[in-house]
């Protein structure tokens, strides 16, 4: 299985960051795909961040090169997470709202398999925090036609991992702590996917 990281947006980003400019969503997500990649590769499983320069690249790149490893190794061997952080506002004041999500495209598929794995995980890692679940469907993951979800053909998720605009959340997520958390969250879920 090939694990294919994404961290989401560029330092060259507008906006996308914290009311007081400590946590920069590019730098932050990218700082835990690092995290992530290290750790899954120690475990000896084969990960590949598709975005390795600074700067944004956009999203049909993205998709590009996700589709391209596809096609070499077969899309059934072949699974992507795309790391964000989540805002309830423009990035000007903080907000209250808070808590860890997940979203697959609109549908039953694989992804929603992944997305449970995950789920688990941040019950399991993020305790007493909020997770935010949409049940209606059956399953805990939010659905909807995000580009890299839509346009990649492996089973993806996309992780909103608290709110860059929420007090709380922000620190949480800057601290030693959180950064384990997070990192270890998506590690182990991944991992519990590939092992069903
Ligand atoms: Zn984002």
Redo the contacts with the bound molecule.
Sequence with gaps: MKILIDN??GANTQG?RSPDGRLI?ALYTREIAIRVEHELCKRGYETLRIVREEVDVPLSERCRRVNDICSEFGKSNVLLVSI??NAAGNGAQWMQARGWEAWTSIGQTKADRLADCLYASADRFLPGMKIRKDLADGDPDKESGLYILKHTECPAVLTENLFQDNMEDVAFLLSEEGKQAITSLHVEGIIKFIEL
């Design positions: 989401g947006h996308k969503e964000h952080c």
